[in-house]
Protein backbone atom coordinates (compact mmCIF):
# COMPACT_ATOMS: atom_id res chain seq x y z
CA UNK A 1 0.00 0.00 0.00
CA UNK A 2 1.49 3.17 -1.02
CA UNK A 3 0.02 6.72 0.71
CA UNK A 4 0.58 10.50 1.20
CA UNK A 5 -1.32 11.15 3.94
CA UNK A 6 -1.30 9.36 7.27
CA UNK A 7 -5.23 9.21 7.33
CA UNK A 8 -6.10 8.23 3.49
CA UNK A 9 -3.78 6.83 1.38
CA UNK A 10 -4.15 8.15 -2.34
CA UNK A 11 -3.45 4.57 -4.31
CA UNK A 12 -4.07 1.23 -3.10
CA UNK A 13 -2.18 -1.98 -3.99
CA UNK A 14 -3.28 -5.81 -4.15
CA UNK A 15 -0.46 -8.03 -5.42
CA UNK A 16 -2.19 -11.09 -6.81
CA UNK A 17 1.09 -13.11 -7.92
CA UNK A 18 2.40 -11.62 -11.16
CA UNK A 19 -0.98 -9.23 -11.07
CA UNK A 20 -1.22 -5.71 -9.01
CA UNK A 21 -4.14 -4.15 -9.25
CA UNK A 22 -3.63 -0.37 -8.64
CA UNK A 23 -7.01 1.30 -7.44
CA UNK A 24 -7.19 5.18 -7.26
CA UNK A 25 -8.37 5.65 -4.18
CA UNK A 26 -9.99 9.63 -4.56
CA UNK A 27 -13.75 8.80 -4.75
CA UNK A 28 -14.39 12.50 -3.16
CA UNK A 29 -12.39 14.01 -6.06
CA UNK A 30 -14.30 11.75 -8.95
CA UNK A 31 -10.26 10.16 -8.88
CA UNK A 32 -8.89 12.94 -10.73
CA UNK A 33 -5.46 13.95 -10.66
CA UNK A 34 -3.65 15.77 -8.63
CA UNK A 35 -0.12 16.55 -7.82
CA UNK A 36 0.02 14.31 -4.82
CA UNK A 37 -1.33 11.63 -6.91
CA UNK A 38 0.58 12.11 -10.10
CA UNK A 39 3.38 11.68 -7.50
CA UNK A 40 2.38 8.78 -5.92
CA UNK A 41 1.88 7.01 -9.72
CA UNK A 42 5.04 8.26 -10.76
CA UNK A 43 7.02 6.63 -7.71
CA UNK A 44 5.02 3.20 -8.01
CA UNK A 45 5.96 2.68 -11.86
CA UNK A 46 9.80 4.03 -11.22
CA UNK A 47 9.81 1.16 -8.45
CA UNK A 48 8.02 -1.37 -10.88
CA UNK A 49 10.62 -1.19 -13.41
CA UNK A 50 13.34 -2.63 -10.56
CA UNK A 51 11.01 -5.67 -10.35
CA UNK A 52 10.60 -8.69 -12.15
CA UNK A 53 7.90 -10.29 -10.44
CA UNK A 54 4.82 -8.28 -11.91
CA UNK A 55 3.80 -8.62 -15.42
CA UNK A 56 0.36 -6.78 -15.51
CA UNK A 57 -0.57 -4.11 -13.66
CA UNK A 58 -4.52 -3.31 -13.83
CA UNK A 59 -5.53 -0.14 -12.47
CA UNK A 60 -8.95 0.92 -11.12
CA UNK A 61 -10.68 3.31 -8.78
CA UNK A 62 -12.59 3.73 -6.33
CA UNK A 63 -16.11 4.88 -6.88
CA UNK A 64 -17.76 5.91 -9.83
CA UNK A 65 -15.57 8.00 -11.77
CA UNK A 66 -12.77 5.27 -13.35
CA UNK A 67 -13.34 6.93 -17.04
CA UNK A 68 -12.66 10.53 -15.92
CA UNK A 69 -9.68 9.04 -13.77
CA UNK A 70 -8.18 7.28 -16.88
CA UNK A 71 -8.47 10.39 -18.99
CA UNK A 72 -6.99 12.67 -16.25
CA UNK A 73 -4.01 10.21 -16.18
CA UNK A 74 -3.82 10.09 -19.81
CA UNK A 75 -3.51 14.09 -19.95
CA UNK A 76 -0.67 13.46 -17.71
CA UNK A 77 0.85 11.25 -19.69
CA UNK A 78 0.71 13.37 -22.59
CA UNK A 79 1.90 16.54 -20.80
CA UNK A 80 5.02 14.24 -20.05
CA UNK A 81 5.41 13.47 -24.02
CA UNK A 82 4.87 10.27 -23.47
CA UNK A 83 2.98 7.85 -25.79
CA UNK A 84 -0.55 6.70 -24.83
CA UNK A 85 -3.51 4.94 -25.42
CA UNK A 86 -6.82 6.62 -26.54
CA UNK A 87 -8.86 8.10 -23.50
CA UNK A 88 -11.90 5.77 -25.12
CA UNK A 89 -9.13 2.52 -25.31
CA UNK A 90 -8.41 3.82 -21.58
CA UNK A 91 -11.90 4.00 -20.46
CA UNK A 92 -13.49 0.92 -22.18
CA UNK A 93 -10.78 -0.99 -19.63
CA UNK A 94 -11.32 1.36 -17.02
CA UNK A 95 -14.95 1.56 -16.75
CA UNK A 96 -16.75 -2.08 -14.99
CA UNK A 97 -19.15 -3.72 -17.53
Keep these: MTAT ?3 KPLTLVE ?6 ILTLNRPEALN ?15 GLQKRRDVRVVLMRAEGRASARAATSIRKHLLR ?17 P
Design 32 to 46: AMSPELADELSAYFQ
Design 15 to 20: NRGPIE
Design 5 to 7: TAA
Design 80 to 96: QGRDVPSASMISRYATP
